[in-house]
């Protein structure tokens, strides 16, 4: 009974061990990643269209949920930048900006995307996400990045510019380009150039004057707060928000209050396609870093109960006036880097920024947008990684065409067209792939009782044998590729009595592959030729027994490929 308590609550597990050093390193690390989130999560924020309270709202309850029910020792959860685009997109189709309705919307998604997740994880359907081809998903965030980073650029330049994706946001922001307010242009451009510098430069000039690295680690950590220390003191100093620089305002001083999405039919319809697109999304992404980070501290990842966790954490999301969220790259990389050693350290972290929300939001009134917005552009731009075209290009040319095509339809279409895109792409190359596996005519080598591909190795032969190693498994959509590669071998060669199946590499054979095994049989029959198996798995085996076809198989079942060959052609195998 424990150890079904443990699977579905893993805080039972790590908490049995906690001990005064994981408390000091936690609260350790909470400190530094709570300086971190505070701008962050007001900034995401501002990405997803809703007021900047809900950023910090998002980031409470649903990390110290993911604490209970998620597995990974590091990983923070809250609102990242590719989620909150996904939700700005999702919602901007249904409801307009800045009304009531948007924000329930935005819960009512959160909610949905929770149930999603949580269901998935109790299904155990943590395998779903494989079927995304990571390549394709590099693609995706590369191409999301970009338009997050132009969408930021009218806070920069304190214009009015829309667009859901690059293409419209070029052209808004062109035909705006004439109202730049050019004290919130300096502000966001100072701003946004002395994060890079913070990113590039500060870490080396703290090292030259001997201060240690842990320390130096927390000061370049802590380079958005300066800014927006700086900046709001700036707007307030100088009065600039009467001259037209646009200010974050009055943010409630609360607790996350007691929210409730939305149920109505209609709406949760609209949310239905977003709400799973944010999901796979979200849990590919978050997957990604928490096995990462758990593989440099030799520690497992249960991708089941990671969806649980974050189920758990959106459906809090929506109970507390959030919106979607899940595990950030940036944040938990700075978590385990600070020493995080229990999800304890998100549950402090969260208890840091109810204290923000309680005690230092009159603080960021005067705060400039531009500020928001340059640490979106400088957070963003680190995910675009145009090298993956490059390696794909080298590696795979259907690789190379699947991430071209999700990162222009991502770019022309929008996130939603790309994302969708990138799922389907990522389906259609593994079923391209797949129905066309590598099959090989394969001999032995002289003096071993090895086979290797004859193109490949100079190996030994029997005219009257032909040995095809399959290397995939048979199913559906290759069963029909087989089929024809065995008819176009044997029809070419006359003196061919046996076919042998090397069945090494099959891990499955599905209802329609053992159809095309039994066609398979029959016309090599009438062509007076055999058709024998060699090296069947067991639970292959398992299965064909259950049908007639191996009773009907004008051939043998080998154990070996070696003992085919020896049974088959005596002169090879001497």
């Not at 309270?53 to 597995?71: D, Q």
């Not at 779903?128 to 999301?144: E, K, Q, R």
């Not at 500060?202 to 220390?229: H, Q, S």
Request: charged share 15%; with cysteine; net charge neutral.
């Amino acid at each position: 009974m424990k150890t079904d308590m443990s699977r579905y609550l893993p805080i039972l597990s790590w908490g049995r061990t906690y001990n005064r050093t994981a408390l000091s390193n936690d609260l350790v690390a909470a400190l530094i990643v709570t300086i971190m989130l505070i701008p962050q999560s007001l900034a995401y924020a501002l990405l997803a269209g809703l007021p900047p309270e809900a950023g910090l709202y998002a980031s409470i309850v649903p990390i110290m949920l993911y604490a209970v029910f998620g597995t990974s020792r590091a990983l923070a959860v809250g609102p990242v930048a590719v989620v909150s685009l996904m939700t700005a997109a999702a919602l901007s189709n249904i409801v307009e900006q800045g009304t009531m309705g948007y924000a329930v919307a935005a819960l009512s998604l959160a909610g949905l995307s929770g149930v999603m997740l949580l269901a998935m994880g109790l299904f155990r359907l943590g395998f779903v996400a494989n079927f995304l081809s990571h390549p394709v998903i590099a693609g995706f965030i590369t191409a999301s990045g970009i338009i997050i980073a132009a969408s930021q650029l009218k806070h920069i330049l304190g214009i009015n510019a829309e667009g859901h994706n690059l293409l419209e946001l070029v052209i808004s922001l062109t035909e705006h380009l004439n109202e730049t307010n050019w004290i919130t242009a300096i502000i966001g451009i100072l701003a946004t150039g002395f994060l890079f510098w913070v990113r590039k430069g500060l870490k080396p000039l703290l090292k030259r004057f001997g201060l240690p690295d842990g320390l130096t680690g927390v000061l370049v950590k802590t380079g958005p707060v300066a800014v927006v220390v700086a900046t709001t003191a700036a707007v307030w100093g100088f009065g600039l928000a009467e001259q037209g620089v646009k200010i974050v305002g009055e943010v409630p001083q609360s607790l996350p209050p007691l929210t409730l999405p939305s149920f109505s039919p209609d709406l949760l319809a609209q949310l239905l396609l977003p709400a799973f697109l944010i999901s796979i999304i979200g849990f590919v992404e978050s997957i990604s870093v928490a096995q990462t980070l758990a593989a440099k501290k030799r520690q497992r990842i249960d991708p089941d109960q990671e969806l649980i966790g974050l189920g758990a954490a959106n459906l809090g999301a929506s109970l507390t006036g959030g919106f979607p969220v899940t595990g950030g790259f940036s944040r938990s990389v700075v978590n385990f880097d600070a020493g995080a050693e229990t999800p304890a350290a998100g549950a402090f972290t969260a208890v840091g920024l109810a204290i923000a929300a309680l005690a230092l939001t009159p603080l960021i009134y005067f705060l400039p947008k531009a500020t928001l917005a340059a640490t979106i552009i400088v957070a963003v731009l680190s995910l675009v990684d145009f090298s993956i075209l490059k390696r794909s290009w080298n590696y795979s040319k259907a690789d190379f065409a699947a991430v071209l095509a999700t990162i222009l339809l991502t770019l022309i279409l929008g996130v939603e067209a790309g994302v969708s895109a990138g799922v389907g792409l990522s389906i259609l190359l593994h079923l391209y792939k797949s129905s066309k596996p590598h099959i090989a005519e394969v001999g032995q080598v002289p003096g071993t009782e090895h086979f290797r591909n004859i193109l490949r190795h100079d190996v030994i032969t029997h005219p009257s044998i032909v040995t095809l190693r399959v290397d995939e498994s048979l199913y559906f959509a290759n069963a029909r590729y087989l089929e024809d590669k065995i008819q176009e071998r044997v029809a070419k060669d006359k003196s061919i009595r046996h076919v042998i199946l090397q069945c090494a590499a099959i891990n499955e054979i599905d209802l329609s592959a053992l159809e095309s095994l039994e066609a398979i049989n029959e016309r090599l029959k009438e062509m007076d030729v055999k058709l024998h198996l060699s090296e069947v798995k067991g639970p292959v085996m398992d299965r064909l027994k259950r049908e007639h076809f191996l009773s009907e198989m004008t051939g043998q079942v080998f154990l070996s490929q070696f003992e085919a060959t020896k049974a088959l052609g005596p002169a090879l195998a001497s």
